[in-house]
Protein backbone atom coordinates (compact mmCIF):
# COMPACT_ATOMS: atom_id res chain seq x y z
CA UNK A 1 0.00 0.00 0.00
CA UNK A 2 1.63 3.09 -1.14
CA UNK A 3 1.35 6.35 1.58
CA UNK A 4 -0.76 9.14 1.18
CA UNK A 5 0.70 12.84 0.30
CA UNK A 6 -1.66 13.99 3.45
CA UNK A 7 0.09 11.90 5.57
CA UNK A 8 3.65 13.27 4.33
CA UNK A 9 2.43 16.79 4.65
CA UNK A 10 1.05 16.37 7.81
CA UNK A 11 4.99 15.54 9.07
CA UNK A 12 6.31 17.70 7.42
CA UNK A 13 3.95 20.01 9.28
CA UNK A 14 4.97 18.66 12.50
CA UNK A 15 8.51 19.23 11.96
CA UNK A 16 8.70 22.47 10.12
CA UNK A 17 10.75 24.06 13.24
CA UNK A 18 13.70 21.07 12.34
CA UNK A 19 15.12 22.92 9.79
CA UNK A 20 14.43 23.28 5.57
CA UNK A 21 11.96 20.12 4.96
CA UNK A 22 11.67 18.86 1.73
CA UNK A 23 10.16 15.35 0.78
CA UNK A 24 10.59 13.39 -2.28
CA UNK A 25 8.16 10.17 -3.95
CA UNK A 26 10.16 7.17 -4.46
CA UNK A 27 8.41 3.60 -5.25
CA UNK A 28 5.10 4.86 -3.88
CA UNK A 29 6.47 5.62 -0.46
CA UNK A 30 7.89 9.07 0.51
CA UNK A 31 11.57 9.99 2.23
CA UNK A 32 11.24 13.35 4.15
CA UNK A 33 14.50 15.15 4.06
CA UNK A 34 15.91 18.23 7.00
CA UNK A 35 18.15 20.30 5.36
CA UNK A 36 18.91 18.32 2.84
CA UNK A 37 19.82 14.86 4.80
CA UNK A 38 17.29 12.07 5.13
CA UNK A 39 15.25 11.92 8.14
CA UNK A 40 11.87 10.42 8.37
CA UNK A 41 10.87 7.49 5.73
CA UNK A 42 7.77 6.98 5.33
CA UNK A 43 5.82 3.72 4.24
CA UNK A 44 2.43 2.75 4.24
CA UNK A 45 1.25 5.54 6.61
CA UNK A 46 3.91 4.92 8.83
CA UNK A 47 7.00 7.55 9.87
CA UNK A 48 9.63 5.66 10.39
CA UNK A 49 13.45 6.79 11.67
CA UNK A 50 16.88 4.90 11.69
CA UNK A 51 17.91 3.19 14.93
CA UNK A 52 20.39 5.83 16.00
CA UNK A 53 22.07 5.32 19.45
CA UNK A 54 21.57 9.08 20.00
CA UNK A 55 17.76 8.48 19.27
CA UNK A 56 17.30 6.11 22.24
CA UNK A 57 16.58 8.58 25.04
CA UNK A 58 13.42 9.85 23.14
CA UNK A 59 12.70 6.54 21.57
CA UNK A 60 13.17 4.21 24.46
CA UNK A 61 9.75 2.84 24.24
CA UNK A 62 9.42 3.14 21.02
CA UNK A 63 8.30 0.09 18.89
CA UNK A 64 10.39 -1.25 15.86
CA UNK A 65 9.71 -2.75 12.63
CA UNK A 66 11.34 -2.91 9.14
CA UNK A 67 9.76 -0.16 6.96
CA UNK A 68 9.94 -2.56 3.96
CA UNK A 69 10.84 -6.20 2.85
CA UNK A 70 14.56 -6.35 3.36
CA UNK A 71 15.30 -3.26 5.25
CA UNK A 72 16.91 -2.79 8.72
CA UNK A 73 14.89 -2.35 11.24
CA UNK A 74 13.18 1.28 12.17
CA UNK A 75 12.07 2.90 15.09
CA UNK A 76 8.96 4.30 14.51
CA UNK A 77 7.91 7.65 15.65
CA UNK A 78 4.24 9.02 16.73
CA UNK A 79 3.48 11.84 14.07
CA UNK A 80 1.38 13.41 16.52
CA UNK A 81 4.20 14.69 19.01
CA UNK A 82 5.36 17.15 16.97
CA UNK A 83 7.82 18.61 20.06
CA UNK A 84 9.66 15.28 20.24
CA UNK A 85 9.04 14.45 16.34
CA UNK A 86 10.93 17.40 15.73
CA UNK A 87 13.64 16.86 18.42
CA UNK A 88 14.31 13.50 17.00
CA UNK A 89 14.78 15.01 13.41
CA UNK A 90 17.66 18.25 14.74
CA UNK A 91 19.06 15.30 16.12
CA UNK A 92 19.18 13.29 12.85
CA UNK A 93 19.93 15.96 10.86
CA UNK A 94 22.86 16.63 13.14
CA UNK A 95 24.69 13.24 13.11
CA UNK A 96 23.98 12.25 9.43
CA UNK A 97 26.30 13.10 6.60
CA UNK A 98 25.32 15.72 3.40
CA UNK A 99 24.34 12.85 0.76
CA UNK A 100 27.13 12.22 -1.47
CA UNK A 101 26.31 14.51 -4.65
CA UNK A 102 25.42 12.51 -7.82
CA UNK A 103 28.13 11.30 -10.63
CA UNK A 104 26.98 12.62 -13.73
CA UNK A 105 27.35 9.89 -16.80
CA UNK A 106 28.84 10.53 -20.10
CA UNK A 107 27.29 9.53 -23.36
Known sequence: MASD???VKFITDQI???GVITYKKMF?????YANGKPAVLICDNT??????ECLAPYLANAEKAAPYKG????????PENSETLSKIVREIERV????KPKKIKKI
Open 5 to 7: LSF
Open 96 to 99: TPPP
Open 71 to 78: AKVHYIVD
Open 28 to 32: GEYLI
Open 16 to 18: KDA
Open 47 to 52: AYVKTL
